[in-house]
């Protein structure tokens, strides 16, 4: 399970993050900000990385802190936090609830036990 998010999140993520930075209609339809673009570009970039080259206990602290951030971010838009220190995060349900899911996939792939 650890490495299939990681495989799959960290794509998925990257191209979400590159897609909202560099098509306005698209991160306008996600509600995603700049800086929720950029997190999501360098987290998925990151988790890309773990999943396909990391060693395996990289990988599982990787998934933790990815899961970690992802849910934090999701929380922050669900509650109405939509701006931290002048860079704009999330503010659609859209990107809350893949900020939500990724997380919580991130938390439960990080902490289960591997085989």
């Given at each position: 399970?650890?490495?299939?998010?990681?495989?799959?999140?960290?794509?998925?993520q990257?191209?979400l993050?590159?897609?909202?930075?560099?098509?306005?209609?698209?991160?306008?339809?996600?509600?995603?900000?700049?800086?929720?673009?950029?997190?999501?570009?360098?987290?998925?970039?990151?988790?890309?990385?773990?999943?396909f080259?990391g060693?395996?206990?990289?990988?599982?602290?990787?998934?933790?802190?990815?899961?970690?951030a992802n849910?934090?971010?999701?929380?922050?838009?669900?509650v109405?936090?939509?701006?931290?220190a002048?860079?704009?995060?999330?503010?659609?349900?859209?990107?809350m609830?893949?900020?939500?899911?990724?997380?919580?996939?991130?938390?439960?792939?990080?902490?289960m036990?591997q085989?």
């Amino acid at each position: 399970m650890l490495q299939t998010f990681l495989k799959f999140a960290g794509p998925l993520q990257a191209v979400l993050g590159a897609g909202g930075a560099a098509v306005p209609a698209l991160a306008g339809a996600l509600g995603t900000g700049m800086g929720g673009n950029l997190v999501n570009l360098a987290s998925g970039a990151i988790a890309s990385y773990l999943g396909f080259q990391g060693a395996p206990a990289a990988q599982q602290r990787g998934a933790q802190f990815l899961g970690v951030a992802n849910v934090l971010v999701g929380v922050l838009g669900a509650v109405g936090v939509t701006q931290i220190a002048g860079f704009s995060l999330n503010s659609g349900n859209v990107a809350m609830a893949i900020n939500l899911i990724i997380g919580v996939w991130g938390l439960a792939a990080g902490f289960m036990k591997q085989k």
